[in-house]
Structures are given as C-alpha cells and as structure tokens.
C-alpha cells in the first residue's frame, strides 16, 4: 500500500517514535529525509552572502551525514521506505537570508519559526504531496484537534518541551494535513518506547541550536557572514567600559561573552547586555541580571498571524510568551487597524527583544502571534527618540 502519511525524519530520537507509534497504529507511511543545509567543506565568505550565494558549513560543524545515516537505520528497523529532499535553496531563500538581514539590523530573529512556516509545513509538505500522501508527521511536541470551524493547535501534554511557540505561523490548511503523534506523550515516555523497540536513536542526544545548522560556536559562525565590526561598550549613562566586537553578536539580556572584568567605581557583579545602537555602533550594558533597563510592561508588534485566520476580538486579555518556554504571562491585546498588534502585560518583563515572537494562547489553545518591533523599555524609548 503507498504511503498514506509522510514523517519528516530528522534521524533523532522523536521522529524516531513518531513513525514507530503511526505503523504500529496502521498508518501506511514512509520516511523522508530533509537536507536543508548545504555542507561541503568549504566556509562561505561574506562576499558570498552579499551575492546571495548559498552558505556552506565548515565540515565537522553539522551533524547532517550522521542524521541522514542514522534515518536510513530507522526507516531499515521500521520497514518502511525513505526518501530524501535538498531543501538548501529554500531554506537561504525563505529563512536564512531573513535571519542574517534582522541580524545585521541589530534584531534577534528567531530562525526555528521560520524554518517550521517555509521549510517543514510548506516545502515538506509539497514534497509529500508530490509523493502521493494525504498528510506529514513529525516529531514535534504539539497537538492538533479538530473543532466547529476548524483546526486548533494545543500545547503538548508535556509541557516543558511543548514547541507550540515555534509552530504558531501555521495555518489551517496545514494542520488539517499535519499530525503530531507525540503530543500527548512525555519525553521520558518517548525514551522507554525507543529503546523497548530498539531504535538506533533511543539514546541520541536531542539536538540543540539554530535549526537545521546545529551547535557550534554562534559568534563565529556569525562572522561568517557578517564581518566584526568594533565599538564601544557603554553604561546607560554614558561611561565606556569596553569594546566589542559587533554589536549584532549580542541581544538584550545577554551576559556571556562580554569579557568585561573588574571595573574600577562598579562593583565586583555580572554585567548584561540593556540596550543596542546600530547606527552608532554602541552596545549598552548595565550590572544585576534585574536592571531597571531591561524591564518593559508593553510591545508593539508587526501584522499578527491568527491560526483560525481572524483574532478572537478586537481587543481581548490572554496569556503570551515572548520567549521558548516562558512562563504564562496574563496580557492585554489589542489588534490594530493594520493587524499590528499593542500588548501590554499585567507585570513588567524582561528582556523583551524585538526580532522574537510575541505568542498569544487561551489556555492550552494557541491563538497565533507576530514578531516584536518595539517596547516601552526606557533605554529603547532613548534610543529611537534619539534616532527620530
């Protein structure tokens, strides 16, 4: 029988599973393998990337042979076919040129949203499309269900890996075709059923980092492509207390890697990124992980996605995230005539970042969300009056 659902095997442990819990539940299905990275040993020069040339990883830095390797053993244990896509084009096109452009303008992005909206629910979806197949699987941690008027995305029963804040650009016709077999399961569970069916990858480590380009040191990968640009490091008020090597390398809250030491007239505590100048190339800094700098009460965001494709009103109060695995925030939403959005939070919070994502949930529901333009921080307040 061809396959009636096409999982997205990355080659680690939750794929794995994935496609083990819907053959073993008689879904005929097949694997499929995605390269989103080109990797042939050589580094891309910043030259390259103003060409809009595809980027290339320096061998050894990403895992991509060792997950395809360890998919095909999968796929071979499951006794299901596999087949395999070069995204690479469409992930420089539709996620990583995005990523170094928000860089370059001094804004953190958050590449795995993207990389979810383009890559795995759009060009994997057409792949299995093209294949034959009614609907994908993946390995995420989510739920879908099926209610009056349409599809709703849930939180994951295991909340500390829920990745819903990462799949809130999704849209109806995409969790009609999308299943998520290991919504319902915590991490733990998962393990004992890989290694009860003596997958290849029970005992692989998750991956982490930037998606689809793994780990590895993130300021130098950075410089790959956009080249150390020093200046000074600053107090809110004005006092130099070092140099950096680019302001892009840092974001708001950041306290590794400044290698600022004893400062004569401040007092022996870590230091924290509070604030970014661009156009004068000054990276702001302040002591105590709790600066008064770093703390907002309101955004601004840009044109908001609603997963039901209209938000519950004009103006409603619901919880937010503007970070993976944040606490529920209570939060006060108001929808602009441009779709843009005002949120402004029962309590101050920290380290808001524009570039991010501001998501929007009614209790375990998750309405949708925007990335963050703008907050009420008193030092980005500074800065774009300055700026005006």
Request: glycine fraction near 10%.
């Amino acid at each position: 029988m061809s396959a009636r659902t096409v999982v997205g095997m990355s080659g680690g442990v939750d794929s794995s599973v994935a496609a083990l819990l819907l053959r073993d539940a008689g879904e005929p299905i097949a694997g499929l393998f995605m390269q989103n990275w080109a990797d042939d040993g050589d580094a891309q020069d910043s030259a390259g990337a103003a060409e809009g040339r595809m980027p290339k990883a320096a061998r050894g830095d990403c895992r991509a042979e060792d997950d395809r390797r360890d998919a095909v053993a999968v796929c071979g244990r499951l006794g299901i076919p596999i087949h395999f896509r070069d995204f690479s084009r469409e992930y420089w096109d539709g996620v990583f040129a995005h990523f170094l452009a928000e860089y370059a303008a001094g804004r953190t992005p958050n590449p795995d949203v993207l990389c979810n909206r383009e890559i795995k629910f759009k060009h994997f979806l057409d792949a299995a499309r093209e294949l034959g197949a009614e609907a994908i699987a993946t390995g995420h941690y989510a739920r879908v269900e099926r209610a009056a008027g349409g599809h709703l995305l849930l939180r994951a029963a295991d909340r500390s890996k829920d990745q819903s804040y990462f799949l809130h650009q999704l849209g109806q016709q995409q969790l009609a075709a999308t299943r998520f077999p290991l919504g319902g399961l915590l991490k733990r569970e998962v393990r004992r059923i890989a290694q009860e069916a003596a997958l290849p990858t029970a005992a692989k480590k998750d991956s982490t980092g930037i998606c689809f380009i793994g780990e590895r040191d993130f300021r130098e990968f950075l410089s790959r492509y956009l080249p150390a640009c020093p200046g000074e490091m600053r107090t809110p008020d004005g006092r130099r207390i070092g140099e950096h090597p680019g302001v892009f390398y840092f974001t708001l809250g950041q306290r590794e890697g400044l290698n600022i030491g004893g400062v004569r007239g401040f007092a022996a505590a870590p230091w924290y990124v509070v604030g970014k100048d661009v156009a004068n190339n000054v990276l702001y800094v302040d002591q105590g992980a709790d600066s008064p700098w770093l703390r907002s009460q309101a955004l601004w965001s840009e044109p908001a996605h609603w997963i039901a494709g209209h938000p519950p009103a004009a103006r409603f109060d619901c919880t937010a995230q503007t970070r993976y695995r944040q606490a529920d925030e209570p939060c006060e939403v108001a929808v602009r005539d441009d779709g843009t959005l005002q949120v402004r939070f029962a309590r101050p919070q920290r380290a808001v970042t524009p570039g991010q994502s501001v998501v929007l949930y009614d209790g375990e529901v998750c309405l949708g969300g925007a990335v963050i333009a703008a907050t009420d921080a008193p030092l980005e307040q500074r800065l774009r009056a300055a700026a005006a």
